[in-house]
């Protein structure tokens, strides 16, 4: 158990929908990192927040948005869905924006959009 | 720009077997290194790490040395076990600049070790 919390596993939605991911980080830890893979494009990197705040944006659609709460837990929102953005969603933690703090990962969503 | 790059799999090998996965990675400034490991159904887990050139990081039989001069970052291990089973993925991170933290991902590289 690597301590971070993602919620809900499993999600499937109707293409146009929007949905919530939740992530829960390790407790203590600043940063949140949200990543998805796909059998496409491997882990790709969408966006980073430290302490509340957005640190580093990737390759993340504009119908996509995240934010991270007082309380350090973050949401990715995903909108107007495609076939295409059915994936897997993990989100990572670590203790500070540093490189050598380790990246702890969740299990993971995975998004079917049908 | 920053990227990685490992050899395709899947990868077949039976128990006892010696094992490589190739990775190697080009980056902007002076990365540091990762192995992450994915059983079925769960998340990415650390294996091993190595920050600087020279280091070699090591865990659970696993070794993997950091090659600047080869920009190489290659995951062995002397004998595998069915355990072992599971997709591995290299990854680097830079250690400063408006990336940091961030981590960016080889395709990943499927092992099956048979019994």
């Known amino acids: 158990d690597s301590g971070v919390t993602q919620t809900p596993k499993h999600l499937i939605t109707a293409t146009g929908q929007r949905v919530t991911l939740r992530c829960s980080p390790r407790?203590?830890?600043?940063?949140v990192y949200w990543y998805q893979q796909s059998l496409d494009q491997g882990l790709q990197f969408l966006i980073q927040?430290?302490?509340?705040?957005?640190?580093a944006k990737g390759n993340i659609l504009e119908r996509f948005s995240a934010q991270q709460f007082p309380d350090l837990h973050s949401e990715l929102n995903l909108s107007s869905l495609e076939l295409g953005d059915s994936a897997l969603y993990f989100c990572?933690?670590?203790?500070?924006?540093?490189?050598?703090?380790?990246?702890?990962f969740g299990q993971g969503t995975r998004l079917t959009v049908v | 720009g920053n990227s990685v790059t490992q050899m395709e799999g899947p990868v077949t090998l039976s128990e006892e077997a010696f094992l490589t996965i190739n990775c190697t990675y080009t980056?902007?400034?002076?990365?540091?290194l990762f192995w992450y490991v994915q059983y079925p159904g769960e998340g990415l887990q650390l294996l091993l790490k190595?920050?600087?050139?020279?280091d070699k990081g090591s865990n659970k039989g696993f070794e993997a040395t950091y090659r600047k001069e080869t920009t190489s970052f290659h995951l062995e291990k002397g004998s595998v076990q069915v355990s072992d089973s599971a997709v591995y993925f290299c990854a680097l991170s830079e250690n400063r600049g408006s990336t940091l933290g961030r981590l960016y991902f080889g395709r990943g590289t499927q092992l099956t070790v048979w019994p």
């Open positions: 407790s203590g830890d600043l940063s």
């Open positions: 980056a902007t400034g002076y990365p540091s």
């Open positions: 990572a933690s670590s203790e500070d924006r540093g490189n050598f703090a380790e990246a702890f």
């Open positions: 190595a920050t600087k050139a020279d």
């Open positions: 927040y430290y302490n509340g705040e957005e640190r």
